[in-house]
């Protein structure tokens, strides 16, 4: 199959378990259920785009592993030209969508991140792990799998190590070894796009020691594997209809695993603790370089979406050009720094291609920042309409008593009609303070660990040594010893 279509993809969805819960209730149907039919119609549109010739060259690729062409989402990351593709599908996606198309983000990283690993793993300890992840690999190629990447876990008390944590659920881990596989339970928050997915792929939370060892897990199994329930956060399609929906989201999810079975050849770490850093190190490195084209995507459609808000409201664009322009400088900033982590990167042995960690770890900083200027320019742009709670609902407009009325008072532009200033303005709310907003602060991690990982790699001394011998400085000048 390897190319897999919008039809295909929605029957795979039909045939799955039920096991999503979203507002109290069982999802049925994913594809229609007003509650999740939303993110199903953003990961649609990747395979609508994978099999339109105009799009192809950005969503497909040739397998490094069979030749065949594929879903580039599934394949191996073996260049930095291929880690730029990367990047280019995500803003394309963004562009596309307004925000994350996750099925083919966080898994497909996943996948990379433990090639290396495992490849590392076996030559150091004798295991098998890089063979399983191998045939893995080409089965999701080959079925155009779409595949959640579980990385943060519910953690518990920030305080306490996952080995010492009252519930040991509030991580994923391993509560039993078996001869044909093992049993794993705990949580994995806030997972994008996880329920329309076909598969899960869980890494390690974090870097662990011998006494976490049981935290230091790595799998991948079917989305409706027997002992999953997955829960939707998020409230777009909550009781909204018309223009307050908007048709693609991005809905993350909580992971329950309760005693879940995972057979020997889905398993690609057990245990091995001194491997789990290694793996939180590549992801990374390699989720946080390409990041920046997330939000520059993003930024791409509020660029448009303040330009729809000037026109609707009776005004030519030019006296914002200079905004407009400030907004495209802080798409390009994370985009191009991206870029460079990519291209500052090194080929591991595997044949895998890993990102610059201090430049991937810069650019996560100021994805944890700019972004959040944009959306304020944005909505400065706008007017105070695309502000939360300043726009009447859909239904209120479309009622035949008072509907006509709002639609009276909404009307602006003699060129353009009250409904294309709401859309606007909702479109508008929804990119800079709704849901839409993708996780610029936390998404990947929290900004603050980015800047831990900055200064480790920055050395500062070295760059004491560089000012001195410019200056002519002979003395070495230190901090002044602690004072007793």
Same mark, same amino acid.
């Given at each position: 199959?390897?190319?897999?279509?919008?039809?295909?993809?929605?029957?795979?969805l039909?045939a799955?378990?039920?096991?999503?819960?979203?507002s109290?209730?069982?999802?049925?149907?994913?594809?229609? *259920?007003p509650?999740?039919?939303?993110?199903?119609?953003n990961?649609?549109?990747?395979?609508?785009?994978?099999?339109?010739? %105009?799009?192809?060259?950005?969503?497909?690729?040739?397998?490094?592993?069979?030749g065949?062409?594929?879903?580039?989402?599934?394949?191996?990351?073996?260049?930095? %030209?291929?880690?730029?593709?990367?990047?280019?599908?995500?803003?394309?996606?963004?562009?596309?969508?307004?925000?994350?198309?996750?099925?083919?983000c966080v898994?497909?990283?996943a996948?990379n991140?433990?090639?290396?690993?495992?490849?590392?793993?076996?030559?150091?300890?004798g295991t098998?792990?890089? %063979?399983?992840?191998?045939?893995?690999?080409?089965?999701?190629?080959?079925?155009?799998?779409?595949?959640?990447?579980?990385?943060? *876990?519910?953690?518990g008390?920030?305080?306490?190590?996952?080995?010492?944590?009252?519930?040991?659920?509030?991580?994923?881990?391993?509560?039993?070894?078996?001869?044909?596989?093992?049993?794993?339970s705990?949580?994995?928050?806030?997972i994008?796009?996880?329920?329309?997915?076909?598969?899960?792929?869980?890494?390690?939370?974090?870097?662990?020691?011998?006494?976490?060892?049981?935290?230091?897990?790595?799998?991948?199994?079917?989305?409706?594997? %027997?002992?999953?329930?997955?829960?939707?956060?998020?409230?777009?399609?909550?009781?909204?209809e018309?223009?307050?929906?908007?048709?693609?989201?991005?809905?993350?999810?909580?992971?329950?695993?309760?005693?879940?079975?995972?057979?020997?050849d889905?398993?690609?770490?057990?245990?091995?603790?001194?491997?789990?850093?290694?793996?939180?190190?590549?992801?990374?490195?390699?989720?946080?370089?390409?990041?920046?084209?997330?939000?520059?995507?993003?930024? *791409?459609?509020?660029i448009?979406?303040?330009?729809?808000?000037?026109?609707?409201?009776?005004?030519?664009?030019?006296?914002?050009q200079?905004?407009?322009?400030?907004?495209?400088?802080?798409?390009?900033?994370?985009?191009?720094?991206?870029?460079?982590?990519?291209?500052?990167?090194?080929?591991?042995?595997?044949?895998?291609w890993?990102? *610059?960690s201090k430049?991937?770890?810069?650019?996560?900083?100021?994805?944890?920042?700019?972004?959040?200027?944009?959306k304020?320019?944005?909505?400065?742009?706008?007017?105070g309409?695309?502000?939360?709670?300043?726009?009447?609902n859909?239904?209120?407009?479309?009622?035949p008593?008072?509907?006509?009325k709002?639609?009276k008072?909404?009307?602006?532009?003699v060129?353009?009609?009250?409904e294309?200033?709401?859309?606007?303005?909702?479109?508008?709310?929804?990119?800079?303070?709704?849901?839409?907003?993708?996780?610029?602060?936390?998404?990947?991690?929290?900004p603050?660990?980015?800047?831990?990982?900055?200064?480790?790699?920055?050395?500062?001394?070295?760059?004491?040594?560089?000012?001195?011998?410019?200056?002519?400085?002979?003395?070495?000048?230190?901090?002044?010893?602690?004072?007793?």
């Amino acid at each position: 199959m390897a190319l897999k279509t919008r039809e295909q993809y929605y029957a795979d969805l039909r045939a799955m378990r039920p096991n999503v819960y979203k507002s109290g209730k069982l999802i049925t149907d994913l594809v229609s *259920d007003p509650l999740t039919k939303t993110l199903v119609e953003n990961q649609a549109r990747a395979y609508d785009y994978s099999n339109d010739p %105009e799009f192809a060259p950005i969503m497909t690729t040739k397998s490094s592993l069979t030749g065949n062409t594929i879903h580039r989402w599934n394949s191996l990351v073996q260049s930095a %030209e291929d880690l730029m593709a990367n990047a280019n599908l995500k803003r394309f996606m963004y562009r596309k969508t307004g925000t994350c198309t996750p099925g083919t983000c966080v898994g497909w990283n996943a996948l990379n991140t433990m090639w290396g690993t495992t490849y590392d793993m076996d030559k150091e300890l004798g295991t098998n792990y890089h %063979e399983r992840l191998k045939k893995w690999a080409i089965y999701a190629e080959e079925n155009g799998l779409m595949v959640a990447g579980c990385l943060t *876990d519910a953690k518990g008390d920030r305080s306490l190590s996952a080995g010492k944590q009252p519930d040991p659920d509030s991580n994923v881990h391993v509560k039993e070894v078996r001869p044909d596989g093992i049993i794993v339970s705990g949580v994995k928050c806030m997972i994008a796009g996880a329920a329309a997915c076909h598969e899960i792929f869980v890494l390690p939370g974090s870097g662990y020691k011998e006494a976490d060892a049981d935290f230091a897990v790595s799998f991948v199994v079917p989305r409706d594997a %027997e002992g999953i329930t997955i829960v939707q956060c998020g409230a777009n399609g909550d009781g909204r209809e018309g223009w307050d929906v908007i048709e693609t989201t991005c809905q993350s999810s909580y992971i329950f695993f309760e005693d879940v079975f995972v057979p020997n050849d889905r398993v690609f770490m057990c245990r091995e603790y001194k491997y789990s850093g290694v793996a939180i190190t590549r992801f990374t490195a390699n989720y946080r370089s390409p990041i920046g084209a997330c939000v520059a995507g993003q930024g *791409d459609v509020m660029i448009g979406a303040a330009m729809l808000m000037a026109r609707a409201n009776g005004l030519s664009i030019k006296p914002f050009q200079d905004k407009l322009v400030d907004m495209a400088l802080k798409n390009e900033l994370t985009y191009g720094l991206g870029l460079g982590a990519m291209l500052a990167g090194s080929k591991h042995e595997s044949g895998i291609w890993y990102a *610059d960690s201090k430049l991937a770890h810069a650019n996560k900083y100021y994805v944890a920042t700019v972004p959040y200027e944009t959306k304020r320019i944005c909505q400065d742009i706008g007017g105070g309409i695309v502000e939360t709670g300043c726009l009447p609902n859909y239904k209120d407009c479309t009622d035949p008593v008072i509907g006509p009325k709002i639609m009276k008072a909404l009307k602006a532009s003699v060129n353009y009609s009250a409904e294309t200033r709401a859309r606007a303005a909702r479109l508008t709310e929804w990119l800079t303070l709704g849901a839409g907003v993708p996780g610029c602060m936390h998404g990947g991690g929290s900004p603050d660990g980015a800047r831990m990982v900055v200064r480790a790699f920055t050395p500062f001394e070295e760059y004491r040594k560089y000012a001195a011998a410019v200056a002519g400085i002979t003395e070495d000048v230190v901090d002044p010893a602690p004072k007793k």
